[in-house]
């Protein structure tokens, strides 16, 4: 177990590198990225244009060999724009499936909150089961499939907010943030667009099926395991919490910390995991009675919480 945990650590510490040549100055973004992609969760970058999530997605792709489709999410996108549709072929007298980008590994859907609920909700199936059903037909989805989300949290005209339902299925909400004076100063010089080509290929799909493995096999004690319900539960109960995390989230909470384990080189979660993903997890999960609350201010109520749920001792 040892040899299989020091390997995975290797590869995905190698992973991060091989990124962080097409963006400079943000490797704990990528190692969260790279977390929630080994927990078989989704990410949500809420962030401002221009900071190079594109450009993070496509270097992903590139450093795991895996297709990569990209949706700009407007409102007269269709969910047959996402999922395909069926074409009437006339010589075979028969319709013919074209599948839609969905039909991919690595998805960007760009500024998501822009297109209507139908269409968001074509992702829904996707993101949970991994699969999609079209025209009474269901057709599997890449084993590795991935959706990375973008919206903007500074523009609300003209967007849908997307419902409790759809953020759910996203393991991860992230940030990129704009880059320091250094780095913005190394991006000016450089042309970080090309870096792409020259991108290596660090894991293929059998490493990532042998990482994912691994993952499954990261011990969780139970008393650990208990302080993440009492985590979740005192979400629940909280006074500025309006609807706390639910099961799916919790379920969520736990692969999402196992993973992170690995990515730290460790057999085994410890309640230090479960702290330093706990905003990405929960805070886009929660529905405060103030919705008027800064980011501050809600990671204030989470701190809060974790300060008051003892720590359990071996």
């Keep these: 177990m040892e040899n299989k945990i020091d390997s995975a650590k290797q590869k995905i510490d190698r992973l991060v590198l091989e990124i962080e040549k097409a963006i400079v100055g943000k490797r704990d973004t990528i190692r969260f990225m790279l977390v929630a992609l080994l927990a078989d969760g989704h990410v949500l970058f809420e962030d401002i244009p221009g900071v190079g999530k594109t450009l993070l997605v496509k270097a992903l792709a590139k450093a795991i060999q895996g297709d990569f489709s990209r949706i700009q999410c407007t409102p007269d996108l269709l969910p047959g724009d996402i999922l395909g549709f069926s074409v009437y072929n006339s010589q075979k007298k028969e319709f013919e499936f074209q599948p839609g980008p969905i039909f991919t590994t690595i998805l960007l859907a760009d500024e998501i909150n822009r297109t209507t609920p139908r269409t968001q909700s074509a992702l829904l199936e996707a993101m949970a089961e991994n699969h999609a059903t079209i025209d009474n037909h269901t057709y599997p989805l890449d084993k590795h499939f991935f959706v990375l989300a973008t919206q903007n949290p500074i523009e609300y005209e003209g967007t849908y907010p997307l419902p409790e339902a759809q953020l759910d299925r996203f393991l991860f909400r992230l940030k990129i943030g704009y880059p320091s004076y250094e ?30 493995s691994t993952v499954s096999m990261i011990y969780l004690e139970p008393s650990v395991a208990e302080y993440a319900l009492h985590l979740v539960a005192a979400t629940r109960a909280h006074d500025a919490i309006k609807l706390g995390i639910s099961p799916r989230g919790s379920r ?10 690995l990515s730290q080189g460790r057999g085994f979660v410890s309640p230090r995991d479960f702290q330093e993903i706990l905003p990405f997890v929960f805070l886009h999960r929660l529905i405060f009675h103030d919705p008027s609350l800064s980011e501050d201010e809600r990671n204030k109520i989470l701190q809060a919480i974790v300060a008051q749920i003892p720590i359990p001792v071996r």
């Design 183 to 212: 780095d913005e100063l190394s991006l000016l010089l450089d042309e970080y667009e090309e870096v792409l080509s020259t991108l290596e290929m660090i894991l293929d799909s059998k490493d990532l099926d042998d990482i994912k």
């Design 252 to 261: 969520a909470f736990v692969q999402a910390a196992k993973a992170y384990a």
